[in-house]
């Protein structure tokens, strides 16, 4: 089994320079809960992996972060998509823990939990660090130029283009998700049929 990792902020929702605090600040970034509606249909478990050093820094509790992401989870359900688990880290950068992105330890820890295969897992985000994380953990990645997206592209290295791809937004990434699905569908129907 594979999975579809979702960074938050710039993905699902609204960047905000100063950070979202409460569910009134949280706002789904267009097309998104369409998107997830599509991405759910391809039967893959969906899970939100996102930085919320918010939380140690003071400016808010766990339990709000918690609240965003139930009432982000519901909405998106009442939309007819899925979300199957939200992993956030609450460390800040100097903390140096394994879990904050660019690190990988959030998707190996959701992998190992979930019995994960992330070399055919997918890592989608708006910036370096997701992207850095995303192939750390073996995953394959995509870049939306939504939330920071744009500006984070300049950030990354040039020896690292040819090992992501580059999307508007979660829409176009889904419509690539499902084409790399249905590639790799056919590939195993005609290794099964090869078999037999």
Not at 59 to 69: D, G, L, N, R
Not at 86 to 91: D, R
Not at 96 to 117: I, S, T
């Amino acid at each position: 089994m594979h999975a579809i990792f979702l960074d938050r902020d710039g993905v699902i929702c609204e960047n905000r320079p100063d950070h979202v605090k409460s569910w009134a600040e949280f706002h789904f970034l267009p097309g998104v809960k369409d998107s997830l509606v599509v991405l759910s249909q391809l039967g893959l478990p969906i899970i939100v992996v996102t930085n919320q050093a918010v939380i140690n820094r003071g400016i808010i509790s766990a339990a709000v972060v918690e609240e965003i992401h139930q009432r982000m989870v519901a909405e998106i359900t009442a939309h007819g998509g899925r979300i199957d688990r939200v992993i956030y880290c609450p460390h800040l950068p100097d903390e140096q823990c394994l879990c904050r992105k660019p690190e990988p330890g959030m998707l190996l820890q959701v992998a190992q939990e979930m019995n994960l295969d992330l070399t055919h897992s997918y890592l989608v985000g708006d910036a370096a660090s997701d992207i850095l994380a995303g192939q750390r953990a073996g995953c394959q990645t995509f870049l939306v130029l939504t939330g920071r997206g744009r500006e984070q592209l300049a950030l990354l290295p040039d020896k690292m283009e040819d090992c992501f791809m580059v999307a508007p937004d979660l829409m176009k990434v889904t419509q690539q998700i499902i084409k790399l699905e249905d590639n790799s569908r056919v590939v195993a129907g005609k290794e099964l049929s090869g078999i037999a």
